[in-house]
C-alpha cells in the first residue's frame, strides 16, 4: 500500500476548459423542457460555471485533506481513503459509493461518522482513482472479493458496510462471501427484484405502488441502463471526448433520482459537488470504465439466479425515490431495521447526509458495533 494524493497536472484543467469552452451544442425543441433529457440552456449554463467559476483546486485539496492510499488487488489498482477515529475501539465501516457516484458522495459524511467508525472508502475498481480496468471480468463478485481483499490488508477481521446504488449490491455480496467478517451491512438505494414471479397477491398496498413505480422507471428512465449494460465502449468514445456529454449524461440522472421536491439538481445536491463527482470522471477517463461494470453486471448469470438468504443483519434505508420493497428484499436478506424517509432521494449521502448517518449509527449500534 502506498500514500496518495490528487494532484491532476494543470494541462488536463487546460484541456478540460478549452473543450468546455469549444463544445458544438445540440439544438433543442421548443417548449420540451426535460422531457426528452437535459436542456440545451441549462447545460450551457452548468458547462459556464464550471469552466469559469468552480475550483477544481479547492476541491483537490477537500479530498486531500484526509488520508489516501493506492494498492493493487487482482490485478487492478484499487484507491482509497482511509480515515481513523480518535476512538481505537471503533467500527471499521467500508463506505461503498455507486454510479454515477465516486469517493466524492462520502465527503460530507466523514465528520458524521469518524467518532464511532474507522472509514475505508474505496474508488470502485473502474471508477474514479482507481483508473479505468484493463481487462473483461469485473463481476460485482469479484469486486466484493476484492474489497473483502482489502479489508483483510488493512487488519480489519470484523467491520460493516454501507452501500449505495451499486454498493447495495455489493455488499450484500460481501456479507454471504465472508459472514465471520461483516457484523452487519446497512444500504440505501436497494434494488429488490422481484423475479418471475412477483407475488403482488403477498404485497402491501404501498409495496404494490413501489413496484409499479420501478416499472414505470424501467419503461421511461431505464435507458442508461441497457446502454451501459450492453454497448458500453460506443458509449465510451462519446464520454470520453466530451466533457459537456458527460455532464449532461451525469446531470440527468441528479435530476431524475434526486428528491421530488427539488426543481433542478443544484436544489437536492450542492452544484460543486456535482461538478466534483463529474471532474473525477472527466480527470480519471473513468465514464467508460464504470460503464463497461453495468456490462458485466447484466451479463452475469450468477448476479441474477436465485441466492441463498444472507444470514448478515441488514439495515435498509428508504428515501423518497427508492424502489426497495421490503417483501422481496427479506427473501434475500436477514432484515433486522427498515427506515422510510419522507425526503432525500437516490444520492442520500449528498442530499441529506445527517439522515443517512444517523440512521447507520443507529443499526450498527442495535448490533452493538457502536456504544
Known sequence: MKPYRVQIPQTDLDDLHRRLRATRWAPDLPGTGWSRGVPTAYLRE????????????????????????????????MHFLHVRSANPD??????????PGSVVEFLDMIELLTADFHLVIPSLPGYGFSGPLTEPGWTDGRTAAALTTLMERLGYGRYGIQ???????????????????????????????????????????QERKRLAAMRDWQRNEGAYLQLQGTSPQTLAHALHDSPAGQLGWIVERFKDWTDPAADLPEDAVNRDRILTDVSVYWFTGTAGSAAHTYYERLNDPGMWGSQPRSPVPTGVAVFSTDHAIKYYAEKANTIVHWTEFDRGGHFAALECPVLLATDVRAFFHSLGGVT
Open 163 to 205: 452501500g449505495g446504488d451499486v454498493g447495495a449490491f455489493i455488499a450484500p455480496l460481501m456479507g454471504r462471501a465472508a459472514p465471520d467478517r461483516v457484523l452487519g451491512i446497512h444500504v440505501n438505494a436497494l434494488v429488490t427484484v422481484p423475479g418471475d414471479d412477483p407475488e403482488e397477491d403477498s404485497l402491501t398496498d
Open 46 to 77: 452548468l458547462v459556464d460555471y464550471w469552466c469559469t467559476s468552480y475550483d477544481w483546486r479547492a476541491a483537490e485539496a477537500e479530498l486531500n485533506s484526509h488520508p489516501q492510499f493506492v494498492t493493487t488487488i487482482d490485478g487492478a489498482r
Open 90 to 99: 471503533a467500527l471499521p465501516l467500508l463506505l461503498l459509493h455507486g454510479w
